[in-house]
């Protein structure tokens, strides 16, 4: 079972993964079954009752009463406004049907009108909306392509300098040559640097190899 859970598990994030409409993937995170019950470590705790202190009690209840008060006006208001329109109806249910459906035919047309509204309004968010797409689109593409060229243009000097550098390479045609110029020109790098930046070169002063030898065989 626990094999199949992980093989099951696998496949929805290779799923996730290679689904390449979003820009991230949220972690998948396993619950713990409902039928488990409530953990050990959880089952005699009390959660803590929030304290809120009395003056902001007291405000929050105010502003309630307000939107109670209001919202139960407004709800009178229309009431009495709509049925102000049905108190001249005669008893007569094919008139009061009739005046039924004026007003719902009435009020189907401003509907539409509002829908209609709505859609123009929509449509023109979306519109801008696509067109501030392909204009970042099209800046990214710009910004990538300068991208590219400066990579281009890094590397077409890593390879210059690399040509330059290699005209004094060592090639079999030229192994004579640098073997002679090395005899010519020795380099001794037997020296020390003092506090001042001073050279002192070894060349005249050797380490003597027999006394050194004398030291470690003592």
Known sequence: MLRITANVRSLVLNEAINYTKYDSIRQFR?????????????????????????????????????????????????????SAEFAQVSEDPEESRRVFLEDYEKSSAINAKWNEKQKELREKIITTQHEKDIEYALQRIELEKHKKEQKKMEVEEIVRREKEASKHFITPQNIDEAIERALATPVDYNFAVNLEGEKILGRDTLVDKNKEQVGVSQ
């Open 30 to 82: 396993r619950r713990k079954p409902i039928a488990l019950g409530t953990a050990k470590s959880k089952l005699f705790r009390v959660p803590k009752r929030p304290t809120i202190p009395e003056d902001e009690k007291l405000e929050l209840m105010r502003l309630f009463n307000n939107y109670r008060t209001t919202m139960k006006s407004l709800r009178y208001f229309f009431m009495v406004n709509h």
